[in-house]
């Protein structure tokens, strides 16, 4: 078998890296040769993950070059979201929990969509259906990255089989998920310590919303007023992001991942404010939206969104 890697998206969360290691445990064990890689370094919580169940960060590479000539993608299929020379190479598989956009291919392809809370179920159900058993290692590591996308299994992405999957997953690993997964997700939400810059970058993806280039990053805290004293330098940073990268909208969501609700912030060309507003059916109020409720950016921020573009 030809090689060919496997990685998550940019800006990686918990669910893009340990996706494509687990991938690749699954996929060697089904006769192919493959590498997990990351397109991005390991957030706060990742690390904590990777610690606990001592487990090699796999490399990192900003682009394919000549290493291989096809990949498989988990946990993204947007080519925004990708490497920056996708284009130059196939795309043999597919395993993913989000719309499909901005994908397209030469060549047929092995492609898993399902609208679950997170690519690390679809993985495990694929570990069902070839019948490979799942590492205990493998197992504490899917059941991280369905606590981190479902917010303990309390966002609104949430389905039965995350649930399931969290409960088989966390026998196999012997964890106590409840106690482990808070312990887990306040591992993530440690931000006194960063820059604005680096906050606004840590959890953000680019939509290509009506020709608009829009930016939506999101950062887990426990204390919400705490985090929005730093209101303004976070405005200052998203609107220097906005002239270097060329964004026409910034929006910051920041979530209280104990209490599930959400302030976002909002920076950026005066004209597409209105449609934010009216996305969220509220004005935007010192340059900010309060969303209770709200935890979810594919589920609750970007369809909403995507409506009004
Ligand atoms: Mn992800
Ligand atoms: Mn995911």
Redesign the pocket.
Known sequence: MVKELIF??LNP????IV?AISYSYLQNKLGYDTEAVALGEPNDETKFVLDYFEQKMPRVIDKIGKQVQAVML???NEEQQSVADIKDVTVTHVV???RIAHFQTNSPLFYRAEPV????TILWKLYGEFNIEIPQKIAGLMLS?II??TLLLKSPTTTDDDRQAVKELAQIAQIDYPEYGLQMLKAGTNIAAKTAADLIDADAKSFDMGGNNVRIAQVNVVDLPEALTRQEEFEEAMEQSNQTNGYDLFLLAITNVLDSDTTMITVGKKELLPKVSTAFKQEIKDGRLDLPGVVSR?KQIVPPLQKQF
């Open positions: 998550g998206h969360d918990t669910d893009a996706a988990v946990d993204h993913d929990h989000h809370g997170c690519t690390s990255a981190s996308d594919k």
